[in-house]
């Protein structure tokens, strides 16, 4: 079949003059050929049709179709139980021509983002070997839009302390943020709604805000909105993950990144340079990163149990046994465990990152072999009323002879007694106690409350008029 140019020939050169036989000879074809051209008086290309085996059982596929779902491969079984002779090959070539079953495709439109205007940040599941072990671990990625600069790291599970870890790690390799980070409508960053109406997380929008860029969200099945990120993943995949064993998390994010780096510096023919070249120009427009960037730090309250250990993800890390039965902050940073009482850190160990149920010890938080507490050893409630108030000693061996089997619960409430009531009124109560006899610890509250009202709280005779400052400076109390 002749194409557009020579049937346009054809015609030209019949205007011309031209015989059949010279028309043919000059171009090198059929004089049949030319008398068909001829004959059509067009340039345009008839379509060839050709017949069908399928084209008879065009309704029973209608028909067939909506019954199997959409199925092919099940209405192919039914048109050869009808007696039908055709592949199955032939059967999807007819449906495929002639639209039946199939949604009509649609152009792929294109995104064009100016320097440092748009990253795009998304996560992948992926299978990877890690030790003598294959885990279903999280690979996040994060991608400059206009230079395709690469960055990413694996976790074992992705939460809104993972992303705030990964995010900053990410920035400060790129040494800054695009204005706007494009994410899917994943709930570690969505509060509610979805894509233009999305509106994120408190602590999310607070943490962006922090690092100088906002959350943008794409509209829910528009997943092209955000292809600078998702084709990647098929890509690390497939790449770095192949042929690749690693001994543990830091050997498999320290590779990953050396991967970047390379990746980062491979000339891409689709952009005709390397993303490293263009990031040199887009660099200088980031936002630049605060003079001073934290830890990202988890805290949680933790007591510590009647062996020592605090339970942190799974894994439980030694306290100082001294700190058993108390209630501990815990700061949890990516790489770091820290336990601390008040503003004093009293422990910190390596973090282990995936929830093991492993004990963590410092060999420093116990006591050496031998040398445990002695059976016969007063109860360190005890002995820490007595440190910090030694005339408590006549009522509290009193105490432990009247109440032996719930002596140590009656010392620990003496205990928030004294931290909580002023010391002068809680020793006169004491006192009054032990002269009579009293080992009830409601009686003694009582006995303490009133003694509080009586000399910190002076109030006016009825009709009356209250005392001044100095009436009661006079009277030995403070206004």
């Known amino acids: 079949m002749l194409d557009q140019a020579k049937r346009s020939a054809i015609l030209l050169l019949k205007d011309q003059g031209h015989a059949t036989r010279a028309i043919a000879r000059v171009l090198e074809i059929s004089r049949a050929s030319v008398r068909r051209v001829l004959e059509s008086g067009t340039i345009e290309v008839p379509e060839f049709v050709r017949a069908s085996k399928v084209e008879p059982h065009r309704e029973d596929i209608l028909a067939m179709l909506q019954g199997c779902k959409g199925n092919l491969r099940r209405v192919h079984e039914k048109l050869l139980d009808a007696g039908a002779e055709l592949s199955y ?32 940040h998304d996560t992948s599941p992926h299978r990877v070997r890690i030790g003598d072990r294959t885990r279903l671990i999280q690979d996040a990625s994060l991608v400059l839009c206009h230079s395709r600069m690469l960055f990413h790291q694996y976790y074992p599970t992705f939460n809104r302390f993972w992303c705030k870890v990964f995010l900053t790690e990410a920035l400060e390799f790129f040494g800054g943020a695009c204005g706007r980070c ?32 906002v959350f943008k969200a ?15 993943f098929d890509f690390i995949e497939n790449n770095f993950l192949a042929g690749r064993e690693f001994t543990d998390w830091n050997d498999l994010n320290q590779q990953a990144r050396a991967w970047c780096e390379k990746v980062n510096a491979t000339h891409k023919r689709s952009l005709h340079a390397a993303p490293r070249d263009l990031f040199q120009q887009e660099q200088p427009l980031l936002r ?117 089997g719930r002596h140590v619960r009656m010392l620990r409430r003496m205990l ?35 003694n509080v009202a009586r000399d910190y709280f002076v109030l006016a005779p009825a009709g009356a008029s209250e005392p ?12």
């Open 89 to 120: 090959q032939t059967l999807t070539d007819f449906c495929r021509r002639n639209g039946i079953g199939q949604t009509p495709r649609q152009p792929s439109g294109e995104y064009h983002f100016a320097l440092a205007e748009e990253m795009q």
């Open 182 to 213: 494009m994410i899917d409508n994943t709930h570690v960053v969505v509060l509610h709604g979805s894509g233009a109406a999305m509106i994120p997380v408190p602590e999310m929008e607070a943490f962006a805000e922090r690092l100088g860029f």
């Open 218 to 232: 794409h509209a829910i099945g528009h997943a092209n909105r955000s292809a600078r990120v998702e084709r990647n």
């Open 288 to 404: 630049p990163l605060p003079i001073w960037v934290p830890a990202v730090c988890e805290i949680e309250t933790r007591i510590v149990d009647s062996y020592g250990y605090v339970n942190i993800g799974g894994n439980r890390y030694s306290v100082p046994y001294a700190l058993i039965g108390r209630q501990m902050e815990v700061h949890e940073t990516r790489d770091r465990i820290e336990v601390h009482e008040g503003h004093r850190v009293v422990a910190s160990h390596a973090r282990v990152i995936e929830a093991l149920d492993q004990k963590v010890t410092e060999p420093s938080h116990r006591l050496p072999r031998g040398q445990g507490r002695p059976k016969t050893a007063p109860p360190r409630e005890e002995e820490d009323l007595l440190r910090l108030e030694p005339r408590f000693g006549a009522y509290l061996a009193a105490l432990k002879a009247r109440c032996p």
């Open 416 to 450: 928030g007694m004294l931290r909580d009531y002023p010391r002068p009124a809680l020793l006169a109560a004491v006192d009054a106690a032990l002269e009579y006899g009293l080992f009830d610890l409601d009686r003694l509250d009582r006995m303490v409350l009133r």
């Open 468 to 479: 001044g400052p100095s009436q009661n400076m006079e009277d030995g109390h403070e206004g």
